[in-house]
């Protein structure tokens, strides 16, 4: 296992900061786990797993082993009346894995279409788009837990899941994720009640929606509204939407009757944080060489050769004037290094 040292990590994210990491390789089945995590732990560094680095913003050297997880296949594992069990390596692309099932007329993904990032890190932040999350569909994931120095197969329940969070997030760098299974949906019950959702296919006189029909529909609303990290380097939304409490909810609309929020239960709701940061003024704004997307305020873009720490600092200032006009303090979905 020859590991490289002193490697850019420019083409390896989607923020394309041109940080390095200290060391440097990649996984490509499941024997290489083992034999690297020893290899850190006995030289005492930390070690990270990329996927397609879509979530994940690099302030300064990585001074450790970073490995780029390219475990491959999509396997059926088994296939009912109504259901279909697939089994996927951690490093396929996830829209790849989306464009397969829609073209097989599997249901359960379409919503997921054209998220960046691989199949491995989607159970990770439990990835969401248009009213679906990935846990709708995963039935287990499997994963190297370098705790036990042993492989391990958590069912959907031990996975946590909750808004963009998962027991892999709680239990930070504990395991490593190789292989994700899911279940397909022959009969699918379509998702279409996200509103942009249900006007696309209204505009395309879609009456008997399918799951390519949604596919296509939210790859317009993604292509319209999000900027290609091909073209502009983003992470998507960098901040989550928060949750606060019915009581704080009651005296922001008295403040602020414009706010957009949605009841998740009796006593919490969720404001969507692209509303409070066009608010205070952000969207469009662009400040050096790094910018608050014109169309979705949510997504930080690097328009020119940003540093992770202009990033990082630019982001800051958007959390301090939210919290000192809304009294709520954002947090970053983005993971930062
Ligand atoms: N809004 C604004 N201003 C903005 C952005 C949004 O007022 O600049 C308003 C919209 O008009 C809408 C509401 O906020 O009424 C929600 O906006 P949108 O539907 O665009 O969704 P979001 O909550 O901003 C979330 C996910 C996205 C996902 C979309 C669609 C998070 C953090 N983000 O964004 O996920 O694509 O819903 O389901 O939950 C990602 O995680 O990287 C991501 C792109």
Known sequence: MPIAENISLQALHTFGCNEKAQYFNTIQSIEDIATHIQWAKEKKLPYLILGAGSNLLFTKTFEGLVLKMEIMGIKKVQETASEVFLSVGAGENWHHFVSYCVHKGWGGVENLSLIPGTVGAA???????????????????????????????????????????????????????????FILQKQPIFRTEYGAIKEVLHQKNNKQPSVEAI??????????????????????????????SKSEFENLIALFPKIIAFPISD??????????????????????????????????????????????????????SVQSKFNILLEREVVVY
């Open 215 to 244: 596919s296509n529909a939210v790859i317009q609303i993604r292509t319209e509204k999000l900027p290609d990290p091909k073209k502009i380097g983003n992470a998507g939304s960098f901040f989550k939407n928060p949750t606060i």
């Open 123 to 181: 159970p990770i932040q439990n990835i969401g788009a248009y009213g679906v999350e990935a846990k709708d569909c995963i039935e287990s994931v499997t994963a190297y837990d370098t705790t036990m120095s042993s492989f391990v197969t958590l069912t959907n329940s031990h996975c946590l899941f909750g808004y963009r969070s998962s027991l892999f997030k709680h239990e930070k760098n504990r395991y490593i994720i190789t292989s994700v299974q």
């Open 267 to 320: 006593e919490l709701y969720k404001i969507a944080a692209g509303w409070l940061i066009e608010t205070c003024g952000w969207k469009g704004l662009q400040k050096g060489n790094v910018g608050c997307y014109e169309k979705q305020s949510l997504v930080i873009v690097n328009y020119n050769h940003a540093t992770g720490k202009e990033i990082y600092d630019f982001s800051e200032e958007i959390i301090q």
